[in-house]
């Protein structure tokens, strides 16, 4: 089985140090995906960083996930669009 590391949707780690909100808003479960490395590889090769949000919709945003546990919506349709931006990626 192939080993699996941390992607976080919200990146680089460094913009999101600033502030323990925003570290707070990267973390959140719904942020992570666990992928393989050369998935991750290709996903950092291929992908731009997203545009971080406002402190104020991250405070929303980690308000909403209280309860969620990783499973919202806007979570789902993310990740299925990293997946298959990887898929391509790998000409799969």
């Known amino acids: ?19 323990k909100v925003a570290w707070a808003f990267r973390s959140l479960s719904c942020h992570i995906q666990m992928v393989t490395r050369e998935q991750h590889v290709e996903l950092h090769r291929n992908s731009t960083p997203p545009k971080m949000p406002s402190e104020e919709e991250m405070h929303r945003k980690i308000d909403s996930c209280k309860d969620c546990k990783g499973r919202c919506l806007p979570h789902s349709i993310r990740i299925d669009h990293i997946l298959d931006t990887i898929d391509e990626a790998l000409g799969e």
């Open 1 to 19: 089985m192939e080993r699996k590391e941390k992607h976080h949707l919200w990146y680089p780690r460094k913009a999101y140090r600033k502030s």
